[in-house]
Nanobody, 118 residues
Framework: QVQLVESGGGLVQPGGSLTLSCAAS????????MAWYRQAPGKQRELVADIRRGGTTNYADSGKGRFTISRDNAKNTVYLQMNSLKTEDTAVYYCYVDTMSWPKREYWGQGTQVTVSS
């Protein structure tokens, strides 16, 4: 059974930091891309950052310079270090992975709430 277990969300003041983690298990194929998406109330889900198996990263403009994505391939775990958080970062954050198989498999986590508020 495939599981993506997210942790690390919560309430933080503006300017604060949080680190999200997502551990994937039960996936039969090698994981290629690991990513974080977010969805704020009334908005579409959007990419925050992604990282390829080889370490290449990609960030949305909103998080450049503030967020850092990393992964541990041995543990099938992806992290998102978020610094200098803003109220507009408030959203449900979702973990995403896909595989190096054909066809590609895609999996989503259940989401973790991040609230930035004073």
């Amino acid at each position: 059974q495939v599981q993506l277990v997210e942790s690390g969300g919560g309430l933080v003041q503006p300017g604060g930091s949080l680190t999200l983690s997502c551990a994937a298990s039960g996936i039969a194929f090698r994981i290629e891309t690991m990513a974080w998406y977010r969805q704020a109330p009334g908005k579409q889900r959007e990419l925050v950052a992604d990282i390829r198996r080889g370490g290449t990263t990609n960030y949305a403009d909103s998080g450049k310079g503030r967020f850092t994505i990393s992964r541990d391939n041995a543990k099938n775990t992806v992290y998102l270090q978020m610094n200098s958080l803003k109220t507009e970062d408030t959203a449900v954050y979702y973990c995403y992975v896909d595989t190096m198989s054909w066809p590609k498999r895609e999996y989503w986590g259940q989401g973790t709430q991040v609230t930035v508020s004073s």
